[in-house]
């Protein structure tokens, strides 16, 4: 059993920066693929950004974010970042962390954090 604890989100303006953190519980952490999901309200829960595990540290994002989010992770702390910029009142949305094999399998979810942008 993996868990997930997030930290970070809260309020910004348009334009500004937000940073995500997310902590797994596991020895077998480098495993797994790390992933950011968001929901924003009446909409589908998305993948915006994950980095794949195995020390292969791939990187893939949402069009939507590309150039303004960057994830990394930190295998000596069982971290996993998401760096946000640019924010945009569109990704104003509760975020989570996944964990899983793969990027099209997910196992292990975090409990959310809001992300507020206001424009």
């Known amino acids: 059993q993996v868990q997930l604890a997030e930290s970070g989100g809260g309020t910004a303006q348009t334009g500004g920066s937000l940073s995500l953190s997310c902590k797994a519980s596991?020895?077998?952490?480098?495993?797994?693929?790390m992933a950011w999901f968001r929901q924003a309200p009446g909409k589908e829960r998305e993948v915006v950004a994950y980095v794949q595990g195995w020390d292969t540290y791939t990187t893939t994002y949402a069009d939507s974010v590309k150039g303004r989010f960057f994830i990394s992770r930190d295998n000596a702390k069982n971290t996993v970042l998401l760096e946000m910029n640019k924010l945009k009142p569109e990704d104003t949305a509760v975020y989570y962390c996944?964990?899983?094999?793969?990027?099209?399998?997910?196992?292990?979810w975090g409990q959310g954090t809001q992300v507020a942008v206001s424009s």
């Open positions: 996944a964990a899983g094999p793969a990027s099209s399998k997910y196992e292990y």
């Open positions: 596991t020895r077998t952490w480098k495993i797994y693929t």
